[in-house]
């Protein structure tokens, strides 16, 4: 576990140089759905013309080799929170922002550690990354998103609720 919070702090950090703010028109999207502060501070790396991947989690590697366990590749990861930084191997779109923003949220509502243990306990558990509590809320709620980017709700509150209701534990 220290590994995984001690690299993401150093993912953050690194990344944080040539990280900027949401453009507004991102903003003007985001915000119905996250909280103001959150908008204003969450910055974006975007990598999508200086490298041809993300970086890699160096324990996803141990996790594939471990058996059982599915990760995304390399190569198909779009975006990766690193607290209140995303780092972006791709342009994205407004779904993968959104999905990143949810992950960021519940950074901010459960704390590095604490998102980390129930990210690594999920993988364990379920044995697919997608299935991953974290990973299926942040799923639903930017399918929900899409269906309808006019119908306003607020991310913070529902993640609240998955946290008081132990759902990421699950």
Not at 77 to 83: A, K, L, R
């Amino acid at each position: 576990m220290a590994e995984a919070v001690s690299w993401v702090t150093q993912m953050r950090e690194q990344y944080r140089p040539v990280a900027t703010p949401l453009a507004e028109p991102q903003k003007t999207k985001m915000r119905p759905f996250f909280l103001t502060e959150l908008v204003e501070r969450v910055r974006v790396a975007d990598l999508s013309e200086t490298v041809t991947q993300l970086p890699y989690p160096p324990f996803y590697s141990r996790v594939k080799a471990g058996g059982l366990r599915d990760v995304p590749d390399a190569a198909h990861m779009s975006s990766i929170p690193f607290i209140d930084l995303v780092a972006l191997g791709q342009k994205p779109t407004d779904r993968t922002l959104f999905h990143a923003l949810v992950h960021v949220t519940q950074f901010t509502i459960l704390g590095l550690e604490r998102f980390m243990e129930l990210y690594a306990r999920g993988l364990n558990k379920r044995g697919r990354y997608f299935l991953i509590p974290l990973e299926d809320h942040a799923f639903a709620l930017d399918t929900r998103f899409i269906k309808d980017p006019s119908d306003a709700f607020s991310v913070a509150e529902e993640v609240q609720q998955w946290a008081q209701n132990g759902r990421y534990a699950r």
